[in-house]
């Protein structure tokens, strides 16, 4: 059986879960916050969370462990078949986690733990994050899924990165990073009632 260890308040652990429960694979959940202890490091480099167990091997990073599922139960597939294809869902995945999550980031002690970050922080962060979903916004499809037609590895990461991404910005600028984006808003309305995803927010408010 697979551990998937970490908190339920990261929105990449719940991404992670998602996609096990999606998969229909057994797993049980480990409390681990994310620390500097040797023991969290031995399966995290980083001390990040989430990181997996499979018969004592570990591993970190959302979109490794993403990988590994989506090879280890193929069906269903959350890639393309087509090379090319699979690209362009990898591609959008990168844009909407580095350009649009990862800047929302640089504010996340203030938004959400009180501490402080500087004014200048804060103005590139404003800036970057429209530069980010101005991006985003170039390739996108919400067809009616992220990338197209079908359900999508793309989907399960702009759900949980637009929805950390969005609540830091409306808390910082009061900016609403999905405002304009109408089918992006749809998009969201649409996952958040995806069987896999509705479990795991069942699961976070319970």
Not at 19 to 28: D, P, R, S, T, V
Not at 45 to 57: F, H, L, N
Not at 182 to 198: K, N, Y
Request: one cysteine or more.
């Amino acid at each position: 059986m697979i551990q998937l260890y970490g908190l339920r308040l990261s929105n990449y652990y719940s991404l992670t879960k998602a996609l096990l429960i999606e998969k229909g694979l057994e797993f049980e959940e480990v409390k681990a916050p994310p620390t500097q202890e040797e023991d969290n490091l031995a399966r995290t480099p980083m001390g990040k969370m989430p990181s997996i167990g499979v018969d004592g091997r570990f591993m970190s990073e959302s979109l490794a462990i993403a990988a590994y599922l989506d090879r280890l139960q193929p069906e269903p597939a959350l890639l393309p078949a087509d090379p090319f294809e699979a690209g362009k869902v990898v591609e959008l995945i990168c844009h909407i986690k580095l350009d649009v999550e990862l800047v929302a980031r640089r504010c996340l002690p203030e938004a959400m733990f009180g501490q402080t970050v500087t004014d200048e922080t804060k103005e590139t962060t404003e800036k970057d994050l429209k530069k980010g979903m101005a991006a985003v916004r170039r390739i996108i499809v919400c067809d009616p899924y992220a990338a197209g037609s079908e359900l999508t590895l793309a989907d399960f990461y702009a759900f949980y990165c637009f929805g950390l991404a969005n609540a830091i910005s409306q808390k910082m600028f009061e900016l609403d990073i999905l405002a304009g984006h109408d089918d992006i808003q749809a998009l969201m309305a649409r996952l958040a009632e995806h069987p896999s995803i509705a479990r795991v927010e069942a699961d976070k408010a319970a």
